[in-house]
RNA sequence: GGCUCAUUGGUCAAGUGGUUAAGACGUCGCCCUCUCACGGCGAAGACAGGAGUUCGACUCUCCUAUGAGCUACCA
């Protein structure tokens, strides 16, 4: 068989050799330490946690030695393809403070763009190029087998228990004369490119993974799809010349790759490129509900852990950075605790520390993190944040809460605690604190969520001994004596101990009015302190809300 | 079925032959306290199972179990 002339045959149309694109990107002029990384998505139009999970990581790899971290777009599978995907990607991620250094997105004129085109349906020339060198070496072939055809061959390797796949003996179109291949072609019969594998069965080759170590896989032996019928690379294609041109150091990927590790280390090999490093990082898993096992997420079965939801519900994007960072190197959160003030893009990032096994995402401790940071910010950025996520998420509600902005400002201190000793840690995210704080921007009490303990008859007597004894410009110290006259006056202990030691002596403690107060105020049982939430409403609107009871 | 990876408390996890098996979240108790939140102190709670190797295994080997992933002209 004349290689050189088949090549020619299927591909006509193809000028250029590999060495004009070996020419055309050449290695990047980076530190020794520098990474270069990619997140490389298919535009389907929908990012979840795990996107942004495995985004974070390839983030960090890049930026902690000045690498270089970019966006290409694995638009191979037509099927997927959604328009605008692109730009929420960079949109999203964005939020999320995660920038591209370069691919997809940017202008094709601009600096950033040097290595592109980033969109894998743009490059087909390229893949063209490398496919026809591989055709005159004589590693690969035109397959000209049908689906069912295929499907027949299966069937028939299941029933010989033998290895299913295209390969080997089974690799019928392995031995097409030119004579033969010519007349299909003339025809017009569709056919793929297949890679002529070289592998040997039983043989087995030793991978290096950066995150699991060294892992024997066998060697590949199948005669894979390169080139689909329309032209189109597979990923596996794909993937060898885009990360070679692009010139990746690390590939990080989800582990459900690496069982086609060797069929990367084959093409690699016979393409003479060098391999770059990979990390097949575990996936983020959640319980299933069914069968109350773990399993990976799933952009189907999950809506809730889209990054829409955690966008609309508020949260704020810093926390989740470091909610995910805790869970991609188990370092952090040492580190994190350890300087506080340092800013975490200083963290240094390991690609070794990452995890082996898939993560649950915990909702409890990412409402921790959340409680915590949020309480190291000050109240203007706490309301600039909240303001700017009414403005998409709650529009209706920001002309009532932001209408008064030295209002607001107090409220929020009131709930960070700014002042105190310690900074209080009530606010976990926008949603729940306009919930949180409601009872101020309301006519009135919020009568849905806490019930009096005392009743009606006492409830009243109460209050109203509250209102006549009421007065605006006591402090905080003599509002609270006042409380315990109260308390005094109708049986309650207004010492706490006391109470305690001989709980039968009264009717209850101050605590006791306090509460009763508390619930005619805002309608709720717990808040912070009772004084600052009246002086910030105004007597006013205490009077009239208590009145309510009467 | 074949191949691969994983398995330390409810969750996330340190740990690489000798430890009282860290720490964080959650849970519970106590203290502080007008409620809540914060903070402090404390408690319960784990090496999937079985064989080896070894003076000694969470750490090494093998087997089993369980879970996950791959086995496409999808990525």
């Known amino acids: 068989m004349d290689y050189e002339k088949l090549a020619n045959l299927l591909f006509p149309d193809v000028d250029k050799t590999p060495d004009y694109y070996e020419e055309k990107y050449p290695y990047r002029k980076l530190s020794k330490k520098a990474e270069v990384t990619r997140m490389a998505p298919s535009p389907t139009g929908f990012i979840h946690l795990g996107n942004l999970y495995s985004a974070l990581a390839d983030e960090r790899i890049a930026h902690r030695h000045d690498g270089v ?260 190197n188990s370092n952090f959160e040492e580190w994190h605790n350890q300087f506080p003030d340092k800013p975490i893009n200083e963290f240094p990032f390991s690609v070794e520390k990452m995890n082996q096994s898939g993560a649950l995402f915990d909702k409890d401790k990412f409402m921790n993190i959340s409680k915590n940071e949020l309480s190291k910010l000050s109240e203007d950025e706490i309301y600039d944040f909240l303001y700017t996520w009414a403005e998409t998420y709650a529009p209706d509600k920001k002309d009532i809460y932001f209408a008064d902005k030295e209002k607001m400002l107090s409220i929020l201190r009131l709930y960070m605690g700014v002042g105190m000793k310690r900074r209080r840690k009530d606010l976990a995210y926008a949603k729940q604190i306009f919930e949180l704080i409601s009872y101020f921007f309301t006519e009135e009490a919020d009568s849905s969520a806490d019930d009096f303990k005392m009743d009606e008859a006492e409830k009243k007597l109460i209050l109203n001994d509250y209102l006549e004894r009421f007065s605006y410009e006591a402090d905080n110290t003599a509002w609270f004596d006042m409380l315990k006259e109260i308390a005094d006056a109708h049986g309650y202990s207004s010492d706490i101990k006391a109470y305690k030691a001989n709980p039968e002596n009264f009717k209850g403690s101050v605590s006791d009015i306090a509460e009763a107060v508390r619930i005619a105020v805002t309608g709720r049982a717990n808040t912070p302190d009772l004084w600052t939430i009246i002086h910030i409403m105004g007597e006013d609107a205490m009077r009239e809300r208590i009145k309510k009871q009467l």
């Open 69 to 328: 971290f970019y966006l290409r777009i694995e638009d191979t599978d037509e099927k997927r393809k959604v328009e605008g995907a692109v730009d929420l990607i960079i949109k999203t991620l964005r939020y999320f403070d995660i920038e591209f250094d370069e691919g997809a997105g940017f202008p094709e004129d601009a600096e950033q763009n040097q290595y592109g085109p980033y969109v894998q349906r743009q490059r087909v020339e390229i893949y063209h190029t490398y496919a026809k060198d591989l055709v005159k070496k004589g590693l690969a072939y035109p397959c000209f087998q049908t689906e069912e055809e295929l499907e027949e061959l299966r069937k028939q390797q299941e029933e010989e228990k033998a290895l299913t796949g295209y390969y080997g003996k089974y690799a019928k179109d392995r031995d097409l004369t030119y004579e033969e291949i010519e007349k299909n072609l003339a025809e017009g019969k569709p056919y793929v490119l297949r890679l002529h594998s070289q592998g040997t069965e039983g043989k087995e080759i030793v991978f290096k993974d950066e995150i699991k170590g060294e892992v024997k896989l066998p060697e590949n032996i199948h005669d894979i799809v390169l080139l689909k019928k329309d032209g189109i690379p597979t990923y596996h294609f794909a993937h060898a010349i885009d990360d070679h041109l692009m010139r990746t150091t690390v590939v990080v990927r989800g582990g459900e790759w690496l069982a086609s590790a060797p069929i990367h280390y084959e093409l690699f090999n016979l393409l003479g490129f060098k391999m770059p490093k990979y990390a097949h990082t575990a996936h983020l898993m959640k319980i299933d509900e069914e069968t109350g096992g773990k399993r990976k997420l799933s952009k189907r079965k999950d809506p809730e852990l889209s990054l829409n939801y955690y966008m609309e519900d508020g949260y704020h994007p810093y926390c989740m950075k470091i909610y995910l960072l805790t869970l991609l």
